[in-house]
């Protein structure tokens, strides 16, 4: 190695970030390696770096004896000692063996190292950098679709959205800037960082909500549930301690001008805020949202309810295929019998 890799190693620590002993201690590693290789050796080496007099030494660690049956591994006493003047039988010493040549190989082995570490370095950083970004939004370009998983470019590093995560009724385009929820970051098999991103997940929702409404960020209301069909409807509960903070209608805003953009970002998907309850029959009553609810009937035991809506909510309260029923009883936790008033009059 000459001056100029042992000052491209200084730079490197310092514009990388990459430890300097780090480096140096791969490429010692390196160099027992290719010395074995190249030189067909079985000794056991040290490889000595000497960075003011740019100089590489390659040393065979012997261990002294009175009579030597492997000059691979031994040196008998007397030679050891022009070595090591008060060595003793036992001990270890350091026969230099570096090979003329050996510093062309030193020089080829210790770039592969560097651009290797290099690598493995912005890679580390880069998921030290990330991986604690769970649960977050983040934003990116849509790369590429390759067997329906969405490639994101998001700076550093790739987010990965794969069919589950993607939301039925949108349409991914390459150059298209999306927004998603980190589910987690992981390495590939190369090692490369890659974050799993979602757009279905209820996480995601949670986050935008908490980004659009101050009082949600601020812990003044609270979440209690969130519930699902990406894409086609998605049903929220809320509740706040302070009797003074309306929680729907400050999610909500004015003709819904504060969860505008909470309603931008999941386009054609349909959104219920409702107030959670402690009380099963009027939280049940208001998860049923946007229908009207005469009576609800718990069983506790089962937790299990009876509900009577007008007759023309009917279809309202159980939505499209069961969809609003189904979705209540995920939000509250409860079954949800949905009657009307002509079923109970009727005796059905």
Same mark, same amino acid.
């Given at each position: 190695?000459n ?14 970030g990459i ?19 190249n030189?067909?050796?079985q000794?056991?080496?040290k ?7 740019n ?24 030679d050891?000692?022009k ?10 010493v350091?026969?230099?063996?570096t090979p ?17 570490k ?6 580390e950083?880069?998921? !030290?950098?990330? !991986? ?6 983040v ?14 470019d ?12 993607q ?12 927004k998603?929820?980190?589910l ?12 799993l991103?979602?757009r ?5 929702v ?30 929220i509960?809320v509740y706040?301690k ?6 729907v209608?400050?999610c ?10 909470v ?17 099963p ?7 049923l !949202?946007?229908a009207t ?8 035991e089962?937790?299990?309810?009876k ?10 309260a159980i939505g ?7 979705l !209540? ?7 949800i ?7 109970i009059?009727?005796?059905?």
């Amino acid at each position: 190695m000459n001056k100029e890799m042992f000052e491209a190693l200084e730079d490197l620590s310092v514009e990388k970030g990459i430890n300097k002993d780090y480096l140096l201690d791969a490429i010692e590693q390196a160099l027992i390696t290719a010395y074995k290789r190249n030189f067909n050796s079985q000794e056991n080496v040290k490889i000595v770096i000497d960075e003011e007099k740019n100089k590489i030494n390659v040393f065979s660690m012997k261990e002294v004896v009175e009579e030597c049956f492997d000059p691979a591994i031994e040196i008998e006493l007397a030679d050891a000692r022009k070595i090591k003047k008060r060595c003793k039988i036992g001990d270890i010493v350091e026969v230099e063996v570096t090979p003329k040549d050996f510093g062309r190989i030193a020089a080829q082995t210790a770039k592969q190292v560097i651009v290797q570490k290099i690598r493995e370095a912005e890679r580390e950083i880069v998921y !030290s950098e990330y !991986s604690d970004r769970q649960g977050e939004i983040v934003s990116g370009i849509v790369q590429r679709v390759e067997r329906n998983v969405v490639i994101v470019d998001l700076g550093r590093l790739e987010g990965i959205m794969t069919s589950n995560e993607q939301v039925p009724t949108e349409e991914y385009n390459v150059n298209d800037r999306i927004k998603a929820y980190v589910l987690e970051v992981a390495k590939n098999a190369k090692g490369v960082p890659q974050m799993l991103i979602s757009r279905t997940h209820p996480g995601f929702v949670r986050r935008l909500l908490e980004l659009e409404i101050p009082e949600i960020y601020e812990g003044l209301i609270e979440i209690k549930n969130i519930v699902r069909e990406a894409g086609s409807r998605t049903k929220i509960a809320v509740y706040s301690k302070d009797p003074n903070i309306d929680p729907v209608g400050s999610c909500v805003g004015p003709r819904g001008t504060r969860i505008q953009n909470v309603l931008n970002e999941l386009k054609e998907e349909k959104v219920d805020v409702v107030e959670w309850s402690e009380d099963p029959v009027q939280y049940i009553a208001s998860a049923l !949202s946007p229908a009207t609810v005469l009576a609800v009937d718990i069983d506790e035991e089962n937790m299990a309810s009876k509900v009577v809506v007008p007759d023309s909510q009917l279809s309202l309260a159980i939505g499209k295929d069961g969809q609003n029923a189904r979705l !209540s009883a995920r939000l509250t936790g409860w079954k949800i019998d949905i009657k009307s008033e002509s079923q109970i009059k009727g005796g059905e």
